[in-house]
């Protein structure tokens, strides 16, 4: 739906870095559904490459679970075309029926995820499924001048934003930042040599709406 696929895969082979290193999803577009492999095609054809690490159906396809496009794309891994599939925005019932019609767990689900949206629940029904709750729109929505978030920054000589980034890795959510501006791309990346402490992740629990 980006429409990005050969971008995507003329800059993973710009870059010089062998496939392997370089970690690729796209997504099944829901009005795709019943033609699953027709997409997987075109997308891996789209990309040049011989497989994607995660395949994702977008959205539920008509608000549904759709049991059977989640069959298909278990199909495309068994044959090698995808490393792991999972869904986005999926609700935990959606997820729910898709394990009780095939027996197996979305690897992933794509939701969109900030310190605004925290919710303990959802989390733990994820990990409690094996799923791996993967959040999108990080910092969209973000106001990056909170005082905790700034507070806390500061404590550690690190941007609010670099602190968002780093409060989904402590929460063990994988996150995607989306940045057009290189140096913000690099400050995004560099979150892995600092952590925050329990009092300051629970601080930024605090400026969900749902608590
Ligand atoms: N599954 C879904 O339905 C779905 C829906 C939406 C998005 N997504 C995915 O999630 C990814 C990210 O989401 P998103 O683009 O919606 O939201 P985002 O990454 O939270 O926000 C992007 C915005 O934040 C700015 N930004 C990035 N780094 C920053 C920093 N260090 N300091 C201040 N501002 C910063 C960017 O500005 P500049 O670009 O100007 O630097 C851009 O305006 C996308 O790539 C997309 O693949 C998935």
């Known amino acids: 739906m980006y429409g990005n696929e050969a971008e995507v895969g003329r800059a993973v082979r710009d870059s010089g870095l062998p496939r392997q290193a370089v970690f690729v999803t796209t997504k099944l577009p829901p009005d795709n559904a019943g033609r699953e492999r027709q997409t997987i095609t075109r997308s891996l054809r789209a990309l040049q490459m011989d497989y994607v690490d995660l395949w994702l159906v977008h959205w539920p396809p008509r608000g549904q679970a759709s049991p059977d496009t989640w069959r298909q794309l278990l199909e495309a891994r068994e044959e090698g075309l995808a490393r792991a599939v999972g869904v986005s925005n999926y609700s935990t019932a959606q997820i729910d029926e898709l394990i009780v019609s095939t027996g197996e767990a979305p690897a992933v689900n794509?939701?969109?995820?900030?310190?605004?949206?925290?919710?303990?629940?959802?989390?733990?029904?994820?990990?409690?499924?094996?799923?791996?709750?993967?959040?999108?729109?990080?910092?969209?929505?973000?106001?990056?001048?909170?005082?905790?978030?700034?507070?806390?920054?500061?404590?550690?000589?690190?941007?609010?934003?670099?602190?968002?980034?780093?409060?989904?890795?402590?929460?063990?959510?994988?996150?995607?930042?989306?940045?057009?501006?290189?140096?913000?791309?690099?400050?995004?990346?560099?979150?892995?040599?600092?952590?925050?402490?329990?009092?300051?992740i629970a601080r930024i629990d605090d400026l969900s709406a749902r608590r």
């Open 110 to 200: 794509q939701v969109r995820w900030s310190p605004m949206r925290y919710d303990a629940k959802r989390l733990a029904e994820s990990r409690e499924r094996g799923v791996a709750l993967e959040g999108y729109s990080p910092l969209k929505g973000m106001d990056l001048s909170t005082p905790a978030l700034v507070e806390i920054a500061r404590a550690h000589g690190m941007t609010p934003a670099q602190v968002v980034l780093r409060w989904h890795v402590d929460h063990r959510v994988i996150v995607i930042p989306k940045s057009t501006t290189p140096q913000r791309i690099q400050s995004n990346f560099d979150i892995f040599g600092f952590s925050l402490s329990e009092d300051e």
